[in-house]
């Protein structure tokens, strides 16, 4: 075993052997309940533009139909094939139930707005009574800006656009250095401090500069980060004491769950092949030729697949594949005209994606048979713009 094996081995154990058990909150309580209720509401079929697309082949489903019967393909040599659905007519549900970007507003899952002070606002995520946001602008690479408590930036400086946060959201991690430096600092701290601390701001961090494409916060597991990287580069396991080691058989990392041991992402040397490895001992579990992995589901049971097609994420269908055997759970398309820019899971049964259609865009939420209902209303979309103006927060 290599030191990188030896130290992801270690942590991760650690982890799964010392890691707290605390009670529910009355809050989560009430937050499954509202997604159990979610999910009977759109399983029978209340979503009036519901699809289902099963291997590529399109199903409608009428919000009239009986929830008992099976939908009907239809013929895609008849001129209703495959019909054009608009963003806008696709029937409103709940409210996402995890952080996203609404513009320059933060909106916490549990629906409170923050108005953050700052355009072009791509990710943002609470931080020692304020916020680390990553902002973006014509010309001008990714920017982290540092919030205060009272939204005040503290500083700005060139950086990684994504920030990860640990099981929990106990720690933050976050890259940033000189703009025209070919390494950034990665650093870790605790996401809250103590309110004897008088200044949190200042509070300590865990530091070590990397090389830029090798600085991509991934997950965080304990005091240790998965930094990801860019294809062609070799993710690294940060401990912040050793020399940072590569993980030999990732190229790309996308996601980490600590207490199953796996990390998810692209096959080390071949960006067009999803892998999934064991973190303890680095060995692939299994690997699928033409799809990009994106997050493990909250229970590590389950991985998102974004199938690559012409070679850009988005541009295929979505694959949800068992974590740890490769098999293929669930498979569907995406309605004509509709594009996900960004697909995370909401829960274990649910996924939620930005998508755009047309000069739109919203929050669409997928049951994993493909059936689909908007948690958003739908907002004016420019391509290439800059201004792309949903997105979801970082999550552990």
Known sequence: MTGAEDLLAETLHERVDHRDLPSTPVGDVVTRARRLQRRRRVRNGVVAAAVVVVLATPFVLDATQRPDTSPQPTDPSSSDANPHVLLKDVALGDPPAVAWIDGSDYVAADGTRTTLPLDHVTSATPYRGGFLVAVTGPDLGPRVVLLDSDLREVWRRCGQGTFAVSSGGLRTAYSTGGCRSPRLTLRLGATEVPASVSNPLSADERAQDLPTEQSIPVGVVGETVIAGALPGARSLV????????????????????????????????????????????????????????????????????????????????????????????????????????????????????????????????????????????????VADSQDVALRFAPRP
């Open 238 to 381: 940060v401990d912040f004491v050793r020399e940072p080691t590569p993980i030999r058989s990732l190229g790309e990392a996308r996601s980490v769950d600590e207490e199953l041991h796996l990390v998810a992402g692209q096959l080390a040397g071949h960006p067009n092949t999803a892998a999934v490895i064991d973190g303890g001992h680095h060995t692939v579990l299994w690997k699928r030729k033409g799809w990009a992995l994106e997050d493990l589901s909250p229970d590590g049971s389950m991985v998102l697949g974004i199938e690559i097609g012409d070679g850009a994420r988005g541009s295929g269908g979505f694959g949800v594949f068992d974590a740890r055997t490769g098999e293929v759970l669930h498979q569907f398309g995406q309605l004509a005209g509709f594009q996900a820019q960004q697909t995370v899971w909401e829960d274990d049964q649910h996924l939620l994606s930005v998508t755009t259609e047309g000069s739109t865009q919203a929050v669409v939420r997928l049951t994993l048979d493909g059936a689909i209902e908007r948690a958003t209303e739908t907002l004016p979309y």
